[in-house]
């Protein structure tokens, strides 16, 4: 049902048209880079704040204050200009094994930030001018670096096709978790 879903979306007028665009769409890829930039940017520094490792003579309520709202510009811009291209060619990411891997480590990544907004920034005004967080804070922190690089990593491996289903042979496992329809790439 969702690979019927996603064909039938990668081959409307606008999605096709956008795949085959000769400059809307590296327009939007580009963007996205540029606001992914800005939001991992923005993103590190607070983290590295967190983690206790810089900025530690900032409190860490007006640095989160400062920079918050230049995150989530680019957040916004970056999961508007992602979903456009997800939507130029929907069944290709789908299968592609490195966009399923984002997926995973976004969704880890977004828990983190609400566990981070809704529980631990709200007792900052206890250790906002201390140098080193409290361990939930530099937890929290930590974890945000290392899914926003994996995320950033992954994302960058999507263009290149080591597990795309139309290429086979490919091992067993990668068939399995990219979910390829092996008998429709037979015909």
């Given at each position: 049902m969702i690979r019927s879903l996603l064909d039938w979306l990668g081959n409307t007028p606008w999605s096709i048209a956008l795949l085959e665009s000769y400059y809307v769409w590296p327009l939007i890829e580009s963007s996205h880079v540029v606001f992914l930039a800005l939001f991992v940017g923005t993103a590190f520094m607070m983290d590295l704040r967190l983690v206790g490792l810089a900025f530690r003579g900032v409190p860490a309520s007006s640095f989160i204050d400062r920079l918050l709202p230049w995150t989530r510009i680019g957040f916004a811009i970056m999961v508007m200009t992602g979903l456009l291209l997800f939507y130029s060619s929907p069944l290709r990411y789908y299968h592609n094994l490195f966009f399923r891997i984002k997926c995973v480590m976004l969704a880890i990544a977004g828990l983190n930030i609400w566990m981070f907004h809704s529980r631990i920034h709200t007792s900052i005004d206890l250790w906002d001018d201390v140098w080193t967080p409290p361990r939930a804070a530099r937890i929290a922190g930590a974890l945000s670096i290392v899914m926003w690089t994996g995320v950033v990593f992954s994302g960058r491996?999507?263009?290149?096709?080591?597990?795309?289903?139309?290429?086979?042979?490919?091992?067993?496992?990668?068939?399995?978790?990219?979910?390829?329809?092996?008998?429709?790439?037979?015909q």
């Open positions: 491996l999507i263009a290149y096709n080591w597990f795309d289903c139309d290429i086979q042979p490919q091992p067993e496992w990668v068939n399995w978790v990219a979910q390829c329809q092996i008998a429709d790439l037979a």
